[in-house]
């Protein structure tokens, strides 16, 4: 993971697919945001949310997976391993054809996670390699006490 220089953003906490600027949703393909709880429920609620807007957006079933995954990954880490509060936002293709997904957090929390703490090594830890394998390109961005992990998904043209 590579933290994204503050030079690039495009609004609070998030940096906008390179390329991209001025670039516009086409209609009812607007950014969509929520807050979360940070609890384990939380990567269940965000599936459901990213699956209902992909739908909406008309992304493809498959291509869709591969996102709803990587909101999965995202969520469940946010929870497991940073303070709340905890928030996805889900940015629509634009004529790059990519999809972000961008989840904030209150920042590293100062142990390892209720859930992680009592696993063994090779029971846990898959999602980072997950989203590098999904991904044309992922960072996080920290900016006074909360941190954006985001991942930039390749969709079909």
């Known amino acids: 993971m590579y933290v994204t220089p503050p030079s690039h953003d495009s609004g609070p906490g998030l940096m906008a697919p390179s390329g991209t600027a001025g670039a516009r949703p086409a209609l009812g393909r607007e950014a969509r945001q929520w807050d ?3 609890a384990p429920q939380a990567a269940g ?3 459901r949310l990213a699956r209902d807007t992909l739908k909406g957006w008309g992304v493809r079933e498959d291509e869709a997976h591969q996102v709803v995954l990587t909101v999965s990954e ?6 497991e391993h940073a303070l709340p509060p905890v928030s996805l936002r889900l940015v629509p293709p634009s004529e790059h054809q990519m999809i972000r997904v961008a989840v904030t957090d209150g920042g590293p929390a100062n142990d390892r996670g209720a859930r992680t703490a009592g696993c063994e090594p090779h029971e846990h830890g898959r999602g980072s390699a997950i989203i590098d ?3 044309a390109a992922r960072g996080t961005r920290m900016c006074g006490g909360s941190a954006t992990h985001w991942a930039d998904l390749p969709l079909a043209a």
């Open 36 to 38: 979360l709880p940070h």
């Open 45 to 47: 609620i965000a599936r």
């Open 74 to 79: 995202l969520v469940a880490n946010a929870v």
């Open 133 to 135: 394998f999904l991904a």
